[in-house]
């Protein structure tokens, strides 16, 4: 079991800068990627960015290539997400996702690929 618990929504104006939290509890040791996921109302879930549990190949969708960034603190087993110049359309709920073992293919863009995911966090941009 792998317990997954996000952090650091809020409201905030376009233009300025978030850092999400996602705090990783139990068997830890079994994580092989983690990602970000975002929903927003009356819309599916959507691939935000990826990382290895081991700390390299970072990946990100398009939409928020070169603003987000994923990384990991190996002392503290969290992944945050930093977010710059957040934009109207950034606003949903994100979701911190952890996949265990390895599998076939490389579909870490689909939800499909993680086992356990955390509550969420609301993300609001105004304007």
């Known amino acids: 079991q792998v317990q997954l618990v996000e952090s650091g929504g809020g409201l905030v104006q376009a233009g300025v800068s978030l850092r999400l939290s996602c705090a990783a509890s139990?068997?830890?040791?079994?994580?092989?990627?983690v990602g970000w996921f975002r929903q927003a109302p009356g819309k599916e879930r959507e691939f935000v960015a990826t990382m290895n549990w081991s700390g390299g190949l970072p990946h990100y969708a398009d939409s928020v290539k070169g603003r987000f960034t994923i990384s990991r603190d190996f002392a503290k087993d969290t992944v945050t997400l930093q977010m710059n110049s957040l934009e109207a359309e950034d606003t949903g709920v994100y979701y911190c996702?952890?996949?265990?073992?390895?599998?076939?293919?490389?579909?870490?863009?689909?939800?499909?690929?993680?086992?356990?995911w955390g509550q969420g966090t609301q993300v609001t941009v105004s304007s």
């Open positions: 996702a952890a996949g265990v073992g390895p599998k076939p293919g490389s579909a870490w863009y689909s939800a499909a690929w993680y086992d356990y």
């Open positions: 139990g068997r830890t040791f079994s994580i092989r990627d």
